[in-house]
């Protein structure tokens, strides 16, 4: 008598899977940030000392927000850690070699694998959009007050585009005292490229009690056509729809926008002509994209892990995490080059990937049937 074969999408083998690699990607988690927190603890205890740090604020506002973003940084190379330990061990205990003689093909015995990697990288893809800018601003507004300034402005030559037509410019804005220096605002006609009016200062101060921008030693000109009026002065206000804030293009953190905020900045920079939307770019596609990298190393996970070796699982947890670093090297490095490069920010980021997903095609392939 035939039976009939099981169509759960789940089986029992699936969830034993399952929670076998969510166990053992928790536990590699917490063990590695437990090491890194004592490193980290080590570097700045006398910065917490001599600031005389609460430790309630060190332990709920620095570290709480310090855990999530260091899981997620590292969360595909602990994950594909994961894939290999689990599965070099079902393989150990020739598990895997009764799965597959069992009637099971290797790719069915990949769903419990797929799926917890799918898991894991919509988890990721929320938290990298929606809840780590918020934790990443805590961190920083820790650091800031307690540990280091991150918030210095050490660019010259800054061009912001305020609106069509109009442009202003310092050569340097210290963000400490709210003053730029050798600032000029240029309008332009709106039909054609010829200059209106320039304003130029030795120094542009925002007045944080009158909330507004004064100038001094400053040239105002005008022209209309072949004729140009000219004066000038020592100090006076201007209207200049900015905050210093706008000014500090080069403190601008991604990491503490939201999906929408950093489309927002995007567009607005865009706007400005600045040279932060490669940037804004980069990240954005960093968070859309990275997540598929739990899905390519789990493909290589398994595949290399599958086989039972006179090595076991030391062997294989060598060769995972020599591709894993290796994998991790090329992305830093595709990233340095989406920064700088005039190639599309999506394809540089995504390179590492399509690449090893082509090597885990070819890993699969190999794989015991």
Known sequence: MKTKKSRKFITILDLYIIKK????FVVAIALIIAVVIMFDLAQKLDDFIQNKVPLSKIIFDYYLNYIPNFANMFGYLFFFIAVIFVTSRLAARTEI?????????????????IF?????????????????PHVNKNRLEFERVYYRNPYKNN????????????YVYVQ????????????????????????????????????????????????????????????????KSINLSMKPNDFNIGTIKPET????????????????????VRILEVEKYQRLINPLAYLVLTFIGVSLSCRKTRGG????????????????????????????????PA????????????????LIKQAPK
């Open 172 to 235: 340097r804005f210290d963000n400490v005292r709210n003053t730029g220096y050798r600032f000029t605002e240029e309008i332009f006609s709106d039909n054609t490229d010829s200059i209106r009016s320039k304003l130029s200062a030795d120094l542009l101060i925002y007045d944080s009690v009158r909330k507004q921008w004064l100038v001094e030693n400053w040239i105002y000109r005008t022209i209309n056509g072949k004729y140009e009026t000219m004066t000038r002065g020592y100090r």
């Open 21 to 24: 690699l969510i166990a053992t």
């Open 155 to 166: 660019l010259y030559n800054i061009h912001i585009q305020l609106s069509k037509g109009k």
């Open 347 to 362: 394809l540089s980021i995504g390179f590492p990937i399509i690449l090893f997903f082509i090597a885990s095609l070819f």
């Open 313 to 344: 699982t030391g062997l294989h947890l060598a060769a995972g995490i020599g591709m894993a670093f290796a994998f991790i090297i090329i992305m830093k490095a595709t990233t340095v080059m989406a920064t700088q490069s005039t190639l599309h």
């Open 257 to 276: 926008l939201t999906n929408k905020a950093l489309n927002a900045k995007i567009d607005e920079e865009r706007m400005r002509g600045s040279k932060l």
């Open 116 to 132: 917890t990697a799918l898991l894991v990288a919509i988890f990721n893809l929320f938290l990298t959009n929606f809840v780590l």
């Open 97 to 113: 070699i009764a799965i597959l003689s069992g009637g099971i093909s290797f790719l069915r015995l990949l769903r419990p694998f």
